[in-house]
């Protein structure tokens, strides 16, 4: 590697420092009036970005303190990746990774930035065909990929403008599917019936294995109140159009 490419290399790593923490210190040969225009035309297009996914995260966080997420992301992440989805997801989890006091104060910070995440995610992935299996006739068998969530605060119901008043703790689980029209259903149900469709979700399973499943979760229930979940379950299912 020659001098000037060694040259460039530094003046370039100069110039994106500069651009994550603006300083008084004047690189050669750049104008400090195009290097701000450079900082906060990106600045400005990344939180854009970062806004647009976590309306609500913003609403209930003090502007103050969402403006210093923002500005500390920009500054310190190492983003390998220029897409929109995956700036929201490395915004998250750099949030996630922080040891930063305002994790303290809102516990509930990350359920709701991976659920308005999770939302972006639905809203834009592409849905894979089921295979078609052969399956017997007592199996269960999901139509569709779904996902299991399990939060602490009802970050599902939440929405933007909410006052902080109104957060409390309120453990609970969530169904989340996109169907062939494209559309996202997002639905409350209990903590035994989430268990029996995250192991629905791997493979189709025979009434009898899951069963076993509620007798190894709940064994001081009886085989008529086993039946009464899995038949809960099954109504349910139907009624999501889920159960294939």
């Given at each position: 590697?020659?001098?000037?490419?060694?040259?460039?290399?530094k003046?370039?790593?100069?110039?994106?420092?500069?651009?994550?923490?603006?300083?008084?210190?004047?690189?050669?040969?750049?104008?400090?009036?195009?290097?701000?225009?450079?900082?906060?035309?990106?600045?400005?297009?990344?939180?854009?970005?970062?806004?647009?996914?976590?309306?609500?995260?913003?609403?209930?966080?003090?502007?103050?303190?969402?403006?210093?997420?923002?500005?500390?992301?920009?500054q310190?992440?190492q983003?390998?990746?220029?897409?929109?989805?995956?700036?929201?997801?490395?915004?998250?989890?750099?949030?996630?990774?922080?040891?930063?006091?305002?994790?303290?104060?809102?516990?509930?910070?990350?359920?709701?930035?991976?659920?308005?995440?999770?939302?972006?995610?639905l809203?834009?992935?592409?849905?894979?065909?089921?295979?078609?299996?052969?399956?017997?006739?007592?199996?269960?068998?999901?139509?569709?990929?779904?996902?299991?969530?399990?939060?602490?605060?009802?970050?599902?119901?939440?929405?933007?403008?909410m006052?902080i008043?109104?957060?409390?703790?309120?453990?609970?689980?969530?169904?989340?599917w996109?169907?062939?029209?494209?559309?996202?259903?997002?639905?409350?149900?209990?903590?035994?019936?989430?268990?029996?469709?995250?192991?629905?979700?791997?493979?189709?399973?025979?009434?009898?294995?899951?069963q076993?499943?509620?007798l190894?979760?709940?064994?001081?229930?009886?085989?008529?109140?086993?039946?009464?979940?899995?038949?809960?379950?099954?109504?349910?299912?139907?009624?999501?159009?889920?159960?294939?």
């Amino acid at each position: 590697m020659n001098s000037y490419d060694l040259s460039f290399q530094k003046t370039q790593t100069e110039f994106c420092q500069w651009i994550r923490s603006p300083t008084d210190i004047q690189l050669n040969e750049c104008q400090q009036q195009r290097l701000q225009i450079y900082h906060e035309l990106i600045y400005n297009n990344i939180c854009s970005f970062i806004d647009v996914v976590y309306p609500i995260t913003r609403s209930l966080l003090p502007e103050s303190l969402w403006q210093e997420l923002c500005q500390d992301f920009f500054q310190n992440a190492q983003c390998d990746s220029p897409f929109y989805n995956d700036i929201s997801l490395q915004f998250k989890e750099y949030i996630a990774k922080s040891d930063k006091k305002y994790l303290e104060n809102s516990p509930w910070l990350m359920e709701l930035l991976q659920f308005e995440w999770l939302e972006l995610y639905l809203d834009t992935m592409e849905l894979e065909e089921r295979k078609t299996i052969h399956r017997q006739l007592d199996e269960w068998y999901l139509n569709a990929t779904v996902w299991i969530l399990i939060y602490q605060y009802p970050v599902y119901q939440w929405y933007e403008g909410m006052s902080i008043a109104q957060i409390k703790i309120e453990p609970n689980a969530i169904l989340a599917w996109r169907d062939e029209s494209d559309q996202i259903f997002i639905k409350s149900i209990s903590p035994i019936h989430a268990l029996l469709i995250e192991q629905l979700n791997t493979q189709p399973l025979s009434t009898d294995t899951l069963q076993a499943i509620l007798l190894s979760q709940l064994p001081m229930y009886s085989s008529k109140e086993y039946m009464n979940i899995l038949d809960d379950l099954e109504s349910k299912l139907k009624g999501f159009q889920l159960l294939g």
